[in-house]
């Protein structure tokens, strides 16, 4: 079955921090990956996303995330994080095999620590 | 860039009544919307895929009948909860593909938060 599984459902972490979000994902075929990110009180928002070429791909406000396709995984990153950056962020995957159906992760809260 | 507006924010009504929820595509034509069920602390669920000037097609578990898509124009899609119950309290989010090729993610709508009481 299709499924994206996200590690940690809450992370807490300092400012200047690193951070690291895991995700993988079982899905046949291949697949379009994406980390969307939801502000509190706001929409969901695409932060980056992989199609191809590059594993390693980097989006919006310093994040960036690396497709490794042995481990099915594709973890965004961050080297310092910022108060700002508290939200919740979502692993996603659709591809060929799935209509292109979009299936999210459950999320993962992030409180960022002034 | 693309935007996509959702309307009403956030509705309360009784139960056994029945809400409209406005999905618009603002600066771009959509020929396919999706919407979502977000459960608190849960992800994401799509519900349906709605084409334009035609059925939706409803996940497995979706009554049709309950939750009816309507997507008369490339800019609109709604949503109706119909004889709505406490268990619907939800929030509902639609999303488009802005056109740039399918699959290659979408825009997301504010969503609405329905309340059913």
């Known amino acids: 079955a299709q499924s994206v599984s996200q590690h940690n459902h809450h992370v807490i972490l300092s400012e200047a921090a690193s951070l690291e979000l895991g995700c993988n994902y079982s899905y046949g075929g291949t697949v379009n990956l994406f980390w969307y990110v939801q502000y509190p009180g706001q929409h969901l928002q695409l932060l980056l996303k992989y199609f191809s070429g590059d594993p390693l791909v980097k989006g919006i406000k310093g994040f960036e995330a690396e497709f490794i396709k042995s481990k099915f995984s594709f973890n965004l990153r961050k080297p310092s994080v910022q108060w700002s950056d508290t939200a919740e962020y979502f692993c996603?995957?659709?591809?060929?095999?799935?209509?292109?159906?979009?299936?999210f992760g459950a999320g993962t809260r992030l409180f960022v620590k002034a | 860039g693309a935007v996509v507006s959702q309307h009403p924010s956030w509705v309360i009504c009784k139960s056994g009544t029945s809400v409209k929820i406005e999905c618009r595509s603002l600066d771009f034509q959509a020929t396919t919307m999706f919407w979502y069920r977000q459960f608190p602390k849960q992800s994401l669920m799509l519900m349906a895929t709605s084409n334009e000037g035609s059925k939706a097609t409803y996940e497995q578990g979706v009554e049709k009948d309950k939750f009816l898509i309507n997507h008369a124009s490339l800019t609109l899609s709604t949503l109706t909860v119909t004889s709505a119950h406490p268990e619907d309290s939800s929030f509902y989010i639609c999303s488009a593909d802005t056109g740039t090729g399918v699959g290659y993610g979408y825009t997301f709508g504010s969503g609405t938060r329905l309340t059913v009481v």
């Open positions: 996603a995957v659709n591809g060929n095999t799935g209509g292109f159906k979009t299936i």
